[in-house]
């Protein structure tokens, strides 16, 4: 169980916005790359690399905003 008082920085709505960050980042790779995909005529390959685009900014996003909750 979580403590809602502990110093450690990570409180429910800083869960969420941190769920909302991944699926956020996830999303929009993956519409750019559905728009790429159609100006350019292929079929799924810049929405692929979109995806995984968004995984690793929004893995690298959640690293980066945890790493800072937990040190301050």
């Known amino acids: ?25 996830v999303v929009a790779g993956m519409v750019i790359g559905l728009l790429l995909d159609d100006a350019v ?8 690399a979109g995806i995984a685009a968004g995984i690793v900014v929004g893995g690298i996003g959640f690293w980066l905003r945890v790493r800072a909750a937990l040190r301050g």
Do not use: I, Q
Request: charged share 20%; net charge negative.
């Open 41 to 48: 005529g292929t079929s799924p390959a810049f929405t692929l």
């Open 1 to 25: 169980m979580v403590d809602e008082n502990s110093d450690n920085g990570l409180r429910g709505r800083d869960l969420v916005g941190l769920g909302g960050l991944l699926a956020g980042a």
